[in-house]
């Protein structure tokens, strides 16, 4: 039904002997002609370094994967590995890619805490953006390394990462307002290419958000605990606002500022 050839076979590596070389035996001797023009094999995915299957009890389903991981961090660790070399889910690589997926999150969420230090037009785009996003192409392009256009993504990333908390800290910018939204706007088109999202992971927390009038009275109910060196309140005030993605910073004189 496929026809005498067909454009494209895929398969796990292990298929290729003797499995797939039997169809071509099978399938050439009759027909005379190439059973596929392109084959197609992919690795394995194994658990702390054993393949995954059934009859090894540790084969692990996608839903219960979330479970226990952030989508995005997820995503990310699939991007970072070859498709036709094995994959690994391991705990270490799996908290590294949750770490990883911190990174890129906090230079995404850039643009949304420091809106009025960007200055972005594409008409003005630096040229050392337009660089940055050609590599990208090419190296994606060159057999779907994703690899290393993820690489790309960290290296704008974690720019932005540190220009914020220069911004936060110290109340200054080291970089122009128009490189900063370049920097911005191309993390956030390729991320994009790659399904890497903000909205993937937060749009489940978002709708129960504090508002900044609750922010600020827990933040001021935490300097009335410090000051009266009740340091357990502060700290549970602390970590009540940190699961609401909410960062605080003590200066001086007792002052605090946060920030989502």
């Known amino acids: 039904m496929l026809g005498e050839t067909i454009d494209i076979h895929a398969g796990g590596?292990?298929?290729?002997?003797?499995?797939?070389?039997?169809?071509?035996?099978?399938?050439?001797?009759?027909t005379g002609k190439s059973l596929a023009n392109y084959w197609m094999h992919n690795g394995m995915v194994k658990v702390e370094g054993e393949k995954m299957s059934k009859s090894l009890g540790n084969f692990i389903t996608i839903r219960?994967?979330?479970?226990?991981?952030?989508?995005?961090?997820?995503?990310l660790f699939v991007l970072q590995a070859n498709y036709r070399k094995p994959i690994d889910f391991t705990k270490d690589a799996m908290e590294s890619a949750t770490n990883g997926w911190h990174t890129l999150g906090e230079g995404l969420q850039f643009g949304f805490k420091h809106g009025?230090?960007?200055?972005?037009?594409?008409?003005?785009?630096?040229?050392?953006?337009k660089s940055v996003q050609e590599r990208f192409c090419q190296e994606v392009d060159r057999d779907f390394n994703f690899a290393a256009g993820v690489a790309i993504l960290f290296y704008l990333a974690k720019d932005l990462r540190r220009e914020s908390n220069i911004m936060i800290h110290e109340g200054k910018t080291t970089t122009s307002s128009q490189e900063l939204g370049d920097k911005w706007h191309t993390l956030m088109t390729?991320?994009?290419?790659?399904?890497?999202?903000?909205?993937?992971?937060?749009s489940d927390t978002?709708?129960?958000?504090?508002?900044d009038e609750e922010v600020e009275n827990l933040v001021q109910e935490r300097i009335t605990a410090r000051k009266n060196k009740d340091f357990a309140q502060g700290d549970r005030?602390?970590?009540?606002?940190?699961?609401?993605?909410?960062?605080?910073?003590?200066?001086?004189?007792?002052?605090?500022?946060w920030h989502r």
């Open 64 to 75: 219960e994967l979330l479970e226990q991981y952030e989508p995005m961090a997820v995503r």
């Open 237 to 257: 005030i602390r970590d009540i606002l940190k699961e609401q993605g909410i960062t605080l910073i003590d200066g001086a004189g007792g002052v605090t500022k």
């Open 190 to 202: 390729l991320a994009d290419v790659l399904g890497l999202k903000l909205d993937a992971v937060q």
């Open 116 to 129: 009025e230090a960007l200055n972005w037009t594409e008409k003005t785009q630096h040229t050392m953006i």
């Open 206 to 211: 978002t709708s129960a958000q504090m508002s």
């Open 13 to 30: 590596n292990d298929l290729i002997f003797p499995h797939h070389e039997n169809e071509i035996a099978q399938s050439e001797d009759v």
